[in-house]
């Protein structure tokens, strides 16, 4: 099935076929490891998580799909400084070297970030690479050696920075990311690795040492600048060492189309002579209860917040999916709990397919036209609401206990098929509860206070069942145990 998606670069929705006929080629913008996953950065791994999982299933296609780890840039560097507050004693002793303090600091918090990731349904064995950023320093400094040959970049106080107004006279700046002519500050230099489109300006792609800070020896036509890689030169240099340009999607958030991506772009044109990425696809922010997250507002969450307060990571991964990416999400805690209960509800009915037809189960399914329904919404820019609404639809019109023997296995491999996209539900029958004799014998002696009307008895045994983890549940002749 044809698989449509928005791409930023050609503001359409356009249908997706990959440039080398085969494999998907997908580059996404990995974490900055100096803190905790918050609910936005997990968005944006879940949205490229039903990317690569939609073209998969529903495309058919082979996947190859790289993520970097941003190990070096101003917030790592700051967090593993010397005397920084940010260090923490599991991330072993600071040394007096500060490059193996940014790696031991960064080791940290990329554990971290992978663990979350497993939480919420993204196993490492998903990529085909994790690049840190540090591992590719050489493949950095020869992609601005190039950008300097090319004459697309000059040294200034130790440090390179691109020559934009020389780039602008090639090519546009500018294709994600409106940009107003008059914001172009010509001869200004910006050293940050953000910056505002208010002032663009010439952008940074080597930054000189400075003391105490990490730092790679560089040596550029024959002169010594020892440094470190700006930001967005890292994830030129990986995305072409590992997937070759262009490639087929690139994806990040919103806020990372300007000034990350554009400079992207830049930079792989001036120094590789092409394209980064024929598909350039975006997710949209996340709120928390109707607002932009932020501690100055009390709704700034990562997943081990939540996680702390009790709330399933699959739920949270499932509520995600209760928007189309491209739309704002807004993250209430009321409609997580729906989402849990909603999750609940396709589980049982997974469920009770696996249990026995009865006299009554003579409805068959048209598993083909579901499925067919299912996908065209997968399909049409991964409207994740649109399959689930179909979904849920199917599951008000049909019980389970209804549905013809004949159909089961091939609804069951519809919903798996769900579930290898959406990736929260088992497909199997419900577990045995295997009730422990010892509560068995509970039971039955409780039975047995209650019908000789020894109710203190009764209550002490009720006390006890429900310690070991079980309802007893008292009908007129006869009582049943249940899991609470
Ligand atoms: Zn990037």
Redesign the pocket.
């Known amino acids: 099935m044809t698989i449509r998606l928005y791409n930023t670069l050609t503001k359409r929705t356009e249908p997706f076929v990959p440039l080398d006929g085969k494999a998907v080629r997908i580059y996404s913008?990995?974490p900055t490891v100096y803190n905790f996953a918050h609910l936005g950065n997990l968005r944006a791994f879940l949205f490229t998580d039903i990317l690569q999982r939609v073209l998969r299933v529903v495309g058919g296609y082979n996947v190859r799909w790289v993520m970097?780890i941003?190990d070096v840039d101003d917030k790592t560097i700051l967090g593993s400084a010397l005397c920084s507050q940010t260090w923490l004693p599991e991330m072993g002793g600071q040394t007096s070297d500060a490059n193996a303090n940014l790696r031991l600091f960064t080791d940290y918090y990329s554990k971290a970030f992978f663990d979350d990731l497993a939480a919420i349904g993204i196993q490492k064995s998903d990529f085909v690479a994790i690049p840190r950023a540090t591992d590719y320093i050489a493949e950095m400094q020869d992609l601005i050696r190039r950008i300097f040959d090319a004459g697309f970049a000059y040294i200034s106080e130790g440090s390179i920075y691109f020559n934009l107004n020389e780039w602008r006279k090639h090519a546009k700046y500018g294709r994600l990311f409106t940009i107003d002519a008059e914001n172009f500050q010509q001869g200004v230099r910006i050293d940050a690795d953000e910056y505002d489109r208010e002032s663009v300006s010439d952008f940074v792609l080597w930054k000189a040492r400075k003391d105490g800070e990490p730092y790679w020896d560089f040596d550029i036509n024959g002169v010594s600048l020892p440094g470190r890689p700006g930001w967005?030169i890292?994830?030129s240099a990986m995305g072409q060492s590992l997937l070759g340009l262009p490639f087929d999607i690139h994806t990040?958030g919103v806020d990372?189309r300007f000034p990350?991506?554009e400079d992207?772009i830049a930079q792989s044109m001036a120094g590789y002579g092409c394209e980064t990425s024929n598909f350039w696809c975006h997710n949209e922010f996340l709120e928390v209860e109707g607002r932009k997250m932020s501690k100055r507002f009390g709704n700034f969450f990562t997943l081990r917040d939540l996680m702390n307060r009790g709330l399933e990571a699959l739920d949270i991964r499932f509520a995600m999916m209760s928007a189309q990416y491209n739309s704002v999400l807004n993250f209430t805690f009321f409609g997580i709990e729906s989402a849990a209960k909603a999750r609940r509800r396709v589980q049982e009915f997974i469920y009770d397919l696996h249990e026995p037809p009865t006299a009554e189960s003579n409805t068959v399914v048209n598993t083909e036209e579901l499925q067919e329904q299912l996908y065209s919404a997968l399909a049409d820019n991964l409207h994740t609401p649109k399959a689930l609404e179909r979904l849920f639809a199917f599951m008000n019109e049909n019980r389970p206990i209804n549905i013809a023997a004949s159909s089961r296995n091939a609804l069951l491999g519809v919903f798996g098929k769900m579930n290898d996209i959406f990736a929260v539900w088992e497909i199997k029958p419900r577990p045995s509860r295997e009730i422990p004799e010892k509560v068995k014998i509970l039971a039955e002696r409780r039975w047995q206070a209650k019908k000789e009307r020894n109710f203190a008895e009764a209550d002490a045994l009720r006390a006890e069942i429900t310690l070991a983890g079980y309802a007893m549940k008292d009908g007129k002749d006869s009582y049943t145990l249940e899991n609470i």
Request: glycine share 16%.
């Open positions: 913008c990995g970097n941003t967005h890292e994830c990040g990372l990350h991506h992207e």
